[in-house]
C-alpha cells in the first residue's frame, strides 16, 4: 500500500514540474509554443512578489526563418497594454540560435524584475516574441498574474471565474 502512495505521489509531482506555467496562446503565428515556465508559478494567476526577479523560459518552433527576434513583455490592465521594461530583449542573446531557421526548435530564458513601484494589481501579462524579419509574432501568450508586496491588499480589475481564468467578467 506504502509503495502505491509513493507511486502515485511520484507521478503527480513529475505532472507539476512537467506541465509548465498555464497559458492562453493569443496569436502565435510563425511559432507552436511547446513549453512555457515561469519560476514559482506552477498554477494560474502567477503570484509575483515587488522587489523579486522571476524567470520565464519559452520553448517554441519555429514556422519561418528570420535573423533576429525580439521579445516584448507587457502588463494587460484594463484591455491596455502598458511595457514591463526587460533586461534584454534580443532574443538570440537568451538562448535562442540566430538565425532561427524554419522548424527549429528554440528556447528563450529570461527574467522578468517586479520593481517596488508597481502596484499591486491582477492582471494579465503578455508574452511576444516578433520575428524582425517578417513583422510578425513567432509567439504570442497570455497567462494571469498578481503583483503584490506580500502584505498588501491586491487591487482586482481583473477578476477571475474558478476554472476560467482568462475570460474577464
Known amino acids: 500500500m506504502l509503495k502505491l502512495f509513493l507511486l502515485v ?21 510563425l ?14 494567476p ?10 520565464m523560459n519559452l520553448t517554441f518552433t519555429a514556422k519561418a ?6 521579445v516584448a513583455l507587457h502588463g494587460v ?3 491596455v497594454p502598458v511595457p514591463f521594461p526587460l533586461p534584454e530583449s534580443n532574443t538570440c542573446n537568451l538562448g535562442a540560435k540566430c538565425p532561427i531557421g524554419q522548424g527549429d526548435i528554440n528556447m528563450a530564458s ?3 524584475p517586479v520593481l517596488t513601484t508597481y ?23 497570455l497567462f494571469p498574474a498578481t503583483i503584490t ?3 498588501a491588499k491586491t487591487k482586482n480589475l481583473v477578476q477571475w471565474r474558478k476554472g476560467k481564468l482568462f475570460e474577464m467578467i
Open 9 to 29: 505521489a511520484l507521478s503527480c509531482s513529475i505532472n507539476l514540474i512537467w506541465a509548465g506555467t498555464p497559458f492562453k496562446d493569443c496569436g502565435s503565428e
Open 31 to 44: 511559432a507552436t509554443v511547446q513549453l512555457f515556465e515561469v519560476t514559482d508559478c506552477p498554477t494560474a
Open 46 to 55: 502567477c503570484k509575483f512578489i515587488k522587489g523579486k526577479t522571476y524567470a
Open 65 to 70: 526563418p528570420s535573423k533576429t527576434a525580439t
Open 77 to 79: 490592465i484594463a484591455g
Open 110 to 112: 529570461f527574467s522578468l
Open 119 to 141: 502596484p499591486s494589481i491582477s492582471l494579465y501579462v503578455k508574452l511576444e516574441i516578433k520575428a524582425d524579419d517578417q513583422k510578425q509574432d513567432y509567439v504570442c501568450l
Open 149 to 151: 508586496s506580500g502584505a
